[in-house]
C-alpha cells in the first residue's frame, strides 16, 4: 500500500471524527461556530500525528521537531475548518456535517503535501 493511499485511510478516519465533532460542536455549543470548528480540530491533532507517523510515514524519516512540525500544517487546516465554518455552518446538524467534510478534504490536500514534504520527509 502506497503513502498516499495509507495517509487517505487515515486522513478519511480522521476527517470524519473532525466532522462530527465539529458538527456536533457548532450545532450544541453556544460559541461562535469558527471557534468550536477550531477547538474540534485542535483536540483531533495528537490523535492524526501518532496515526499519520504509525501508519501513513510508515518508515519515511521524521523531522526532529515532527509534532511541532504537524502541529504548524494543522493550523492551516484550523484555519480552513474556522474559515469555512465561518461562512457556511447553518447551524443545523446536516447541513454542518457536510461542510465539515468538505473542508477536511481541502485541508487533507493541504497536510499530504506539507507533511511529506517537512514533517515526515522520505529517507
Excluded: E
Excluded at 50 to 70: D, E, K, P, T, V
Excluded at 80 to 89: E, K, Q, R
Aim: glycine fraction near 12%; hydrophobic fraction near 55%; charged fraction near 5%.
Amino acid at each position: 500500500m502506497t503513502t498516499f493511499v495509507r495517509f487517505l485511510v487515515v486522513g478519511g478516519t480522521l476527517a470524519a471524527i473532525y466532522a462530527l465533532l465539529a458538527a456536533l460542536a457548532t450545532s450544541q455549543l453556544p460559541w461562535p461556530k469558527a471557534v468550536s470548528a477550531g477547538v474540534a480540530w485542535v483536540v483531533c491533532i495528537p490523535l492524526g500525528f501518532w496515526l499519520h507517523r504509525q501508519f501513513s510515514f510508515h518508515g519515511s524519516g521524521q523531522h526532529r521537531f515532527a509534532l511541532g512540525l504537524y502541529a504548524g500544517t494543522q493550523l492551516l487546516g484550523i484555519g480552513i475548518g474556522a474559515g469555512t465554518s465561518y461562512l457556511f455552518a447553518t447551524g443545523d446538524f446536516w447541513p454542518d456535517l457536510l461542510v465539515h467534510l468538505c473542508a477536511s478534504a481541502l485541508a487533507a490536500v493541504a497536510s499530504f503535501g506539507l507533511n511529506r514534504r517537512f514533517t515526515f520527509p522520505k529517507q
